[in-house]
């Protein structure tokens, strides 16, 4: 039974940075396309960025581009976010997830297999 565990959530000020992490157990996942999304209360859950098995193709959310980075370390079986210059409008729950991508890095929650708990993300202004 694959489990991932999200850390690195906090409170934090407009134009500041957190790293979130992602701990995978059960399977090395190899094959799988890591990515966050990220669901803010009222809304839907929604794609910030996917890395490929072997970090070769990347994708990000507009909203995000250029301000986060996603990498994964393969040996530890891990996935991380690093959020850079954060805004209020970051302010969400951040899920770890993984699943099949297929060539592709989908950006729709229905194509992802496992998932983490979340992690709580509050930017102040």
């Known amino acids: 039974q694959v489990q991932l565990i999200e850390s690195g959530g906090g409170l934090v000020q407009a134009g500041g940075a957190l790293r979130l992490s992602c701990a995978a157990s059960g399977s090395t996942l190899d094959y799988h396309v890591l990515a966050w999304f990220r669901q803010a209360p009222g809304k839907e859950r929604e794609f910030v960025a996917g890395?490929?098995?072997?970090?070769?193709?990347?994708s990000y959310s507009d909203s995000v581009k250029g301000r986060f980075t996603i990498s994964r370390d393969n040996i530890k079986v891990m996935a991380y976010l690093q959020m850079d210059s954060l805004n209020p409008e970051d302010t969400a729950v951040y899920y770890c997830?993984?699943?099949?991508?297929?060539?592709?890095?989908?950006?729709?929650?229905?194509?992802?297999?496992?998932w983490g708990q979340g992690t709580q993300v509050t930017v102040f202004s």
């Open positions: 997830t993984a699943g099949m991508g297929y060539g592709t890095i989908p950006q729709t929650p229905s194509n992802y297999n496992y």
């Open positions: 890395i490929s098995s072997r970090g070769d193709r990347i």
